[in-house]
């Protein structure tokens, strides 16, 4: 009789001790569970700023453009670019000392991205400083002759 008194005992421990131990695996897992929710929403979010970063950079490319064509164009938005929408505003600038150029534009755009419902999920805002006239001057509205100043760009 005494064998089984013991051999009862033994199991009540055993169990027991699988019982903490699965209750201690579950709060590992819960944790780490936490953890790659964090890490996952961390990553999209980058991802999703990154996206209105380029989508802020095609609004400034797409600003150089339109003054390339037409110098006295002032910008406008929001104009429509992959799954966001970029806004562009164009400023009449002095140009830096020993730039040479007859006038400066500063060129501001946002880049904006929205998810499935159309709610903003990312926002970015670059600034860049452009003269329109490569030295020497040429005519004004000549294709191609918009030129990015050495250090004027910036990201807000």
């Known amino acids: ?3 089984v008194k013991r051999n009862n005992y033994r199991s009540a421990q055993v169990i027991l001790f699988v019982f903490f131990l699965l209750i201690l695996s579950g709060i590992l897992v819960m944790g780490l569970q ?10 999209t979010q980058g991802r999703e700023g990154l996206k209105a970063f380029y989508i802020a950079q095609a609004g ?19 104009f429509s670019f992959g799954d966001g929408t970029f806004n562009v505003a164009v400023r009449i600038e002095p140009c830096p000392v020993g730039c040479g150029c007859s006038e ?14 159309g709610a903003q999920i990312a926002e970015r805002k670059i600034s860049v400083n452009i003269t ?10 000549t294709l191609g002759d918009e030129q990015q ?3 004027s760009w910036q990201e807000f």
């Open 1 to 3: 009789m005494k064998k």
């Open 34 to 43: 936490n953890m790659w929710q964090s890490e996952i929403q961390t990553r």
């Open 60 to 78: 400034v490319e797409y600003a150089k453009m339109r003054l390339a064509n037409q110098e006295s164009w002032v910008g406008g938005g929001p």
């Open 104 to 117: 400066c534009r500063n060129i501001e755009s946002t880049g904006k991205v929205y998810d499935s419902q």
């Open 132 to 141: 329109l006239d490569k030295n020497p001057n040429d005519p004004p509205d």
């Open 149 to 151: 100043l050495v250090w």
